[in-house]
């Protein structure tokens, strides 16, 4: 499936699609993408070092419900902006869904962020960031989380 070929829109119907992954199943760390259209491939990067998370390169999902982004800088690993899983509706299709709100002391704009999962396959996961905020709530960026057996470092 060539989901560089998708609009944001065919994203989130292929998300309404999906299986929702439950929470003890996606425990472990996963190797982010950008993925859909050109522009939105191009920019990601440089917005999320504006906004703090320069250099993402993936999330990790603890036992504990709790998540963490990745980040590679210089070389070196490090995490970011702590998330906790959560079960609630969707924000993009209504459904019951598996979503990561940013902890509290988080910096501006991770506060009103939400990511919320679906699985693609049994080691990939389709994210859709958006923000929580009246007006915004219909505009969601995709991209994926792959498992990575050996942890991060790979």
């Not at 003890?24 to 998370?53: E, K, M, N």
């Not at 923000?131 to 994926?144: E, I, Y």
Request: hydrophobic share 45%; with cysteine; net charge positive.
């Amino acid at each position: 499936m060539d989901t560089n070929s998708f609009s944001l829109k065919q994203f989130r119907d292929l998300f309404a699609s999906l299986p929702l992954p439950e929470a003890r199943s996606i425990c472990g760390v996963y190797r982010a993408a950008f993925v859909g259209p050109g522009w939105l491939r191009t920019s990601a990067g440089p917005a999320l070092a504006l906004s703090g998370l320069g250099g993402w390169w993936g999330k990790e999902f603890s036992p504990d419900g709790t998540a963490v982004n990745i980040v590679l800088r210089a070389g070196k690993f490090s995490t970011r902006f702590p998330m906790k899983l959560v079960t609630a509706k969707s924000l993009i299709d209504g459904r019951d869904g598996l979503a990561m709100h940013y902890q509290a002391g988080n910096p501006f704009p991770w506060m009103y962020i939400v990511d919320e999962l679906r699985r693609m396959d049994d080691s990939t996961l389709l994210g859709m960031t958006l923000a929580n905020v009246n007006g915004l709530r219909r505009l969601a960026f995709p991209f994926t989380l792959q498992f990575q057996a050996g942890g991060y470092g790979l």
